[in-house]
């Protein structure tokens, strides 16, 4: 199903009001087909569903897993360090207008701010976002350098002297992780080939 649809189907599980539902995903789609969004966009989105789905098993609730993944990065700002928590504020006013509890509310803005430093988290369900939002670190070499390629014109801002230091302290910071990925499908599957990846990028920069 496309994206529009899967957050259709979600927020019918708490709203039958189709003009709210319509607005919230308007609102998502032009967030995320901003310009100068050339990684983080709908397709980024789109990717980690197909890695949720294929472990959707090991997920207790993918209700708050699929709520997090829409609103992760719909603030995105390459000059800001405040990203996640600006997503997690936009996201608990939109689920406020479905009358979400409160509950599941603050478990959906944890789970976003725990994409900003992606550190092992206590609950699993958390652990297997943080994986699929980093999952294309450990894709094949040709799909890695076009990310690279990606990420380095969302920060166009930044001249080469400024960014290649920053981006190297950022790919150092994962390589110094006991372990990138947290759950044992995402690890199995891609820690080796991230690794390595990230080795490789920081000898080009």
Known sequence: MNLQERFTRQCLKFTNDPELIGSLWAEIDKKYTAKG??????????????????VKNYIADFSIVTFSVFYHDVIYDATSKNNEEKSAEFAASRLERMNIGQEMIKKVSEQIIATKAHHQSDDPNTNYLLDADLSVLGKDRETYMDYTRKIRKEY???PDFLYKPGRKKVLQHFL??????????????????ARGNLKWEIENL
């Open 156 to 158: 166009s801002i930044y």
């Open 37 to 54: 969004r050339q990684y983080h966009n709908l397709l980024h989105l789109e990717n980690m569903f197909s890695e949720l789905d294929a």
């Open 176 to 193: 110094e992780l006991e372990s990138i990925f947290k759950t044992n499908e995402f690890r199995n599957a891609y820690e080796g080939q």
